[in-house]
């Protein structure tokens, strides 16, 4: 589990500082042909529906009302990207899956939407890949794996919801994810355990993707 032990704190002011800016919301795209120009380094955040991915990116960036949530899953379904004044780095809010209610054949553009932006992306370094920690990784999670490691895109697990879990049920789940992505090609073996509403985590995370940005 990631913590404040595994970043200097130069490392973690820098992430302070990179996330201090104001953030703000760039564009939403529904078609690869209106991508902004690929530009510095993109980071995009994957995860199903309600897995807390809107509240994540508002922690992060320090404004509430950044990235829309919403009680009722799958509202996200378009590539959203946030942006900060003289900063690298270009957060890419992807459309959630597994929302069952959704018709097949949004579900389909979505999946092709999200499939070609992995693929074809030059500056996309690594997506963010949200996993609920009251319920660990799910088959349709399995399935986004699956969609990753086929696009050869490297993925880092985040853990969500981390305070609504008891600590030892947490040390388990990510010894148990720990193991089941060591048998993904694209898997980043590192995983850090949030939660948006204590701001756990957060300051590694913004840590993480400060490094990403500026290496």
Not at 23 to 30: K, N, R
Not at 146 to 174: F, G, H, N, S
Request: aromatic share 6%.
């Amino acid at each position: 589990m990631s913590d404040n032990e595994t970043y200097s704190e130069e490392v973690l002011e820098a992430g302070r500082l990179m996330f201090a800016r104001p953030w703000d919301f760039l564009t939403s795209v529904t078609d690869m042909a209106n991508l902004p120009p690929a530009a510095g380094t993109e980071i995009a955040f994957a995860g199903r529906s309600n897995v807390g991915k809107s509240s994540l990116i508002n922690a992060l960036t320090g404004r509430k009302g950044l990235a829309r949530t919403s009680s009722t899953p799958g509202r996200t379904q378009m590539l959203n990207f946030f942006v900060a004044p003289e900063t690298p780095l270009t957060i890419v809010d992807m459309p959630g899956y597994g929302y069952a209610q959704a018709p097949k054949e949004l579900v389909e553009a979505w999946t092709n939407l999200v499939f070609s932006y992995l693929r074809g992306r030059p500056n996309l370094r690594r997506v963010i890949l949200l996993i609920d920690s009251r319920h660990g990784i799910k088959k349709n999670d399995l399935e986004a794996m699956e969609l990753l490691d086929k696009a050869a895109v490297v993925y880092q697990v985040v853990l969500t919801k981390a305070d609504k879990i008891k600590p030892p049920a947490l040390v388990r789940l990510i010894d148990e994810t720990k193991a089941a992505l060591a048998k993904r090609v694209a898997a980043h073996p590192e995983i850090i355990a949030t939660s948006s509403e204590k701001n756990r985590g957060v300051d590694e995370l913004r840590a993480e993707l400060c490094n990403l940005a500026t290496q």
